[in-house]
């Protein structure tokens, strides 16, 4: 080989390295973020590549993600509940798809400061979504939660969203007055 070819060849193997490995990292992600039957754990991430929450939070807060990825990747959010998980959260919520994984994810991950957030689809004209919002309400600790459980008990006018507050109320160990 020449000295100017050897030159080339390496300057595109250092150009194109970090690419590769950066292309390398988010492949490990993705098939982390595509199991089927649970999440991986977050050593699993953490192992697979060193920006494995950027990578997750870039998947999460992408609404042309489809399959798995983005609902596993908004549910990997929880390992990494900082301000822009909270945030990823919230624009999930503006795709339909994504809203009842989101919803319990907030509920589940930020507690009370989910509730601002969860609020308005206690009232939503979707009992579907009521019953999300319900379920990821009755998974905050505390009187805040508590209140608006019963708040939403005195004004749900659909049985069975009815039953659905009690059942996810006995499974925290609390009932709704």
């Known amino acids: 080989m020449t000295t100017r070819l050897l030159q080339t060849l390496l300057l595109l193997a250092f150009v194109a390295g970090p690419a590769h490995a950066q292309d390398a990292a988010k492949t490990r992600v993705l098939a ?13 991430f953490d192992a697979a590549a060193p920006n494995a929450r950027d990578i997750v939070l870039a998947v999460a807060r992408d609404a042309t993600v489809t399959g798995p ?7 990997a959010l929880r390992y990494w509940p900082d301000d822009a998980a909270f945030a990823a959260y919230r624009l999930a919520l503006e795709t339909k798809a994504a809203r009842h994984k989101t919803l319990r994810m907030l509920g589940a991950t930020f507690g009370a ?4 957030v969860l609020t308005p689809y206690l009232r939503h004209a979707d009992p579907q979504l009521r019953v999300t919002a319900l379920e990821a ?10 209140a608006l459980l019963s708040q939403a008990l005195v004004v749900e006018a659909v ?16 009932t709704v007055k």
């Open 69 to 75: 990825h983005r609902t596993r990747a908004l549910e």
């Open 159 to 174: 049985p069975w969203v009815k039953r659905r507050l009690h059942r996810a109320r006995a499974r925290q160990g609390r």
């Open 32 to 44: 982390l973020l595509s199991a089927i039957h649970e999440l991986p754990a977050r050593s699993d």
């Open 137 to 146: 309400v009755a998974d905050v600790e505390g009187s805040a939660a508590d």
């Open 113 to 116: 400061r989910a509730l601002p």
